[in-house]
């Protein structure tokens, strides 16, 4: 579809955006390009839509399930005791619920990690979003599990996909997934192209556990496991030292950052964004699970990262709102492979248009601040995913039935396993 903005802010100036099927094809002023679609911009400013580092989308079921926890009982007691339940159509469900509240907030791409792939795979496509869909590897330090683990990889990855989904790895941690099957994955990877998405080196227990059980801290094992390259994402990193951090910028690894799971696990607060983007690290943000961030709204994200950053540093100068905002789209695009992240020609038509009257963005002397630090999610208006409109006025088609839906199934799940 050829759709033709007129008359919205970017970058303080008013512009025509002209997107042409998947891409943005012109950015300027008195556009006069046929379209099928004429949206009005103005009152509105134009930005990318925001990019999900790391999430288990179908993790909004747990929503409020288990609150104020450390990471280990949470898992054990909480998490994993229901989760083995789980079937296909629940995660669908869960699933779905994740894409209504993303699109609600501006995420038009996400980096995603959890077990059923097919009706994973099934709600991203219906629901229009751009997605890394991980397909998640846990052996548990047991053979017949990681052969069960391989099979499951072969028939995820050959199921149809659309252009807007990729497919990736998804081992889930290193106290979790064998020496033998992290190299697995990634030797399989790189024969295919694959991202690998692991979490890594999230709490002090982890990293206690690592040395004791494998003789490295976290990042050195996988070093010594030669797992460190480009095509490896790590969520949180929050327990790196200065060597562990050239290790990873060396080798070209690519890192999110987990602010509102990392605070309410108690796991840590001291992500070292500073060291890591003078050593040139690829750094984004996450909202991880909504079981642990209890939402998927990367604006309260990127807050709450630069609030971060500067409370624990004592230092108000780290972290501001460009940069936080250059996190949630520029660079999650790229530490995805994606070109999105930019309006700019040639570039994917991921974008929202940002409501600009209400109080949050009055007086408007800084758009950047405001959409950081004075808004909520609900200021997108319209969200336009690779180059489809997935919503607009903050109308998003079967989102009643799909917020039904998960409910009944979160609260079958619990009642019937509890
Ligand atoms: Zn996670």
Redesign the pocket.
């Known amino acids: 579809m050829r759709i033709l903005i007129k008359n919205v802010q970017l970058n303080r100036h008013p512009v025509d955006i002209f997107i042409d099927g998947r891409f943005i094809v012109r950015v300027g002023n008195d556009l006069y390009e046929e379209a099928e679609r004429v949206i009005d911009g103005s009152g509105k400013a134009v930005v990318p839509g925001f990019v999900n580092g ?3 989308s179908a993790m909004t079921l747990f929503r409020g399930f288990g609150d104020d926890l450390p990471l280990e009982k949470w898992l054990n007691e909480k998490i994993w005791p229901y989760e083995k339940h789980l079937s296909e159509e629940d995660v669908y469900w869960g699933t779905k619920l994740a894409c209504v509240e993303m699109i609600k907030t501006g995420t038009t791409c996400f980096n995603d ?1 959890y077990m059923h792939y097919p009706p994973v795979l099934r709600a991203v496509e219906e629901m229009g979003l751009r997605a890394v869909l991980g397909s998640t590897v846990f052996d548990f330090f047991r053979d017949d599990i990681a052969g069960q683990a391989r099979q499951q990889v072969a028939k995820d990855s050959v199921l149809p996909r659309s252009g807007r989904i990729s497919f990736s790895l998804a081992p889930h941690a290193i106290y979790t997934v064998s020496g033998a099957t992290l190299r697995w994955v990634d030797d399989s990877a790189k024969a295919n192209g694959w991202l690998v998405h692991l ?1 890594l080196a ?1 709490t002090q227990t982890e990293y206690n556990n690592s040395v004791k059980n494998f003789g490295l801290s976290p990042v050195r094992y996988l070093n010594r496991l030669k797992l460190l390259s480009p095509r490896l994402i790590l ?2 990193c929050l327990y790196v030292d200065e060597e562990e951090i050239r290790m990873l910028a060396d080798h070209g690894v690519r890192v999110v950052h ?1 602010p509102n ?1 990392n605070l309410k696990l108690g796991s840590g607060h001291a992500f070292k964004y500073r060291e890591m983007k003078a050593a040139g690290i690829l750094t984004a943000i ?1 909202t ?2 909504a079981a ?1 961030s209890n939402n998927l709204n990367m604006l309260e994200a990127a807050k709450i990262a630069a609030l971060l950053q500067k409370g624990w540093r004592n230092d108000p100068t780290v972290m501001p709102a460009g940069e936080a905002l250059q996190c949630i789209t520029e660079n999650g695009a790229a530490i995805l492979n994606i070109h999105a992240g930019k309006i700019e020609a040639g570039y994917l038509a991921d974008l929202c248009l940002i409501d600009l009257r209400s109080s949050a963005f009055t007086p408007g002397f800084n758009f950047v601040s405001n959409l950081i630090y004075a808004t909520y999610g609900n200021c997108v208006d319209t969200v336009i995913c690779d180059g489809n409109i997935l919503m607009e006025n903050r109308s998003l088609k079967g989102e009643d039935e799909i917020v039904e839906q998960a409910g009944k199934t979160a609260d079958k799940l619990i009642k019937n396993h509890g």
């Open positions: 790391h999430t288990h990690m979490h999230e969520a949180h987990n799971s996450g991880d699970g642990t």
